[in-house]
């Protein structure tokens, strides 16, 4: 992606681009989790797009990348104010993400598992052992 069509992104496909099926609601939960304030939403957004370079798979200018926070830190607040502000986001808690991430890591290893993959964590064999058995 060059610089002209991240100039040409709107918040909408900044999102759409970069974070695809996840929710506000989940983004907000995840920067909660890390220790963000429930509020701050220009950090989240800024460090979200500290790592569009990574997946991008591309080196972008620092102002790229502040052009980029802006329009996720909008669409953020756009979507906010049709929900009626940040209370009314309906968070998810530590627990509810391990489990997303745990179900995540399931699905992905069982796909690898499933190609011949070895899968040499104990943890994470017994959860794709379990799923396996789950769908018989």
Do not use: C, H
Not at 106 to 133: C, H, P, Q, W
């Amino acid at each position: 992606m060059n610089r002209k069509q991240i100039r040409k992104l709107t918040p909408e496909g900044a999102w759409e681009l970069l974070l695809t099926d996840a929710t506000v609601e989940y983004f907000v939960s995840e920067f909660i989790a890390e220790g963000y304030a429930k509020k701050d939403i220009t950090a989240m957004a800024r460090r979200f797009a500290e790592d569009t370079p990574s997946a991008l798979s591309q080196p972008m200018l620092q102002e790229d990348i502040d052009y980029i926070a802006e329009l996720i830190e909008k669409n953020i607040r756009d979507y906010l104010d049709k929900k009626g502000g940040i209370n009314k986001l309906n968070l998810y808690t530590t627990e509810e993400l391990d489990k997303m991430w745990d179900e995540n890591v399931t699905d992905l290893f069982s796909a690898l598992a499933d190609n011949g993959y070895k899968i040499k964590n104990e943890r994470i064999r017994k959860m794709v052992k379990e799923k396996k058995g789950q769908m018989k």
